[in-house]
Nanobody, 123 residues
Framework: VQLQASGGGLVEPGGSLRFSCAAS????????MGWYRQAPGKQRDLVAR???????TYADSVKGRFTISSDNAKNTGYLQMNSLKPEDTAVYYC??????????????????WGQGTLVTVSS
């Protein structure tokens, strides 16, 4: 399974950005999709995630400002980021916990990662 992330960029404080993350491959299903972020000199932290059933989890620092959603039919997740702050500046990584079948019909589970995307919040 491959993840293609899009979005990100430079935005002024108080602005908004939207990420999308599309999964592609054969015979798989997404169990959970979400985003982590890593600021310079810091560890990678969970920002938000959404389960296949629609359950969501957010980091305390983004609650009320970020909204995660998904389109299961398109295997795509979205992260709407509003009221951005300078401390939101980081490289954002989408991920998906995937369950699928190999060519020999063996079940596998894995974690797929998209390419990192830089978000810079600055005036």
């Amino acid at each position: 399974v491959q993840l293609q992330a899009s979005g990100g960029g430079l935005v002024e404080p108080g602005g908004s950005l939207r990420f999308s993350c599309a999964a592609s491959g054969n015979r798989f299903s997404i169990q959970t999709m979400g985003w982590y972020r890593q600021a310079p000199g810091k560890q990678r932290d969970l920002v938000a995630r959404i389960t296949s059933g629609g359950g969501t989890t957010y980091a305390d620092s983004v609650k009320g400002r970020f909204t995660i959603s998904s389109d299961n039919a398109k295997n795509t997740g979205y992260l709407q980021m509003n009221s951005l702050k300078p401390e939101d500046t980081a490289v954002y990584y989408c991920y998906a916990d995937v369950m699928g079948y190999t060519d020999s019909d063996e079940i596998y589970v894995s974690k797929a990662w998209g390419q990192g995307t830089l978000v810079t919040v600055s005036s």
